[in-house]
């Protein structure tokens, strides 16, 4: 059995993925799936790296203190985990 799709313009049902066979209307695609031939879109789930700041537009000391509050976030990310690790092997 093949996936029935509602036509948001006449309400008739068809099987036809990209037009609707009692109206020739055009489906609407979800946002959701609109992007997937992008391979620059983010996965779901996926995390970016941590790049540092190397935009020249901002004056050195304002790069300085974003790169510093980077490196700051990623040492309490540490600490965290750490105590997170050991917490689990207390556990068990």
């Known amino acids: ?3 029935q799709l509602k036509c948001t313009e006449c309400g008739q049902w068809g099987e036809d ?3 609707c066979p009692s109206c020739a ?7 959701t799936f609109a992007n997937h031939e992008n391979p620059n879109r983010h996965k779901a789930f996926e995390m970016p790296t941590m790049e540092w700041n190397n935009d020249p537009q901002n004056p050195h000391w304002k790069r ?3 790169n510093a509050g980077k490196a700051m976030h990623w040492a309490v990310l540490a600490v965290g985990g750490a105590i997170a ?3 689990y092997w207390v556990a068990v």
């Open 64 to 66: 300085s203190l974003i």
């Open 17 to 19: 993925p990209d037009r």
């Open 1 to 3: 059995m093949a996936t």
């Open 85 to 87: 690790w050991m917490a």
């Open 25 to 31: 209307a055009e489906r609407q695609v979800h946002s």
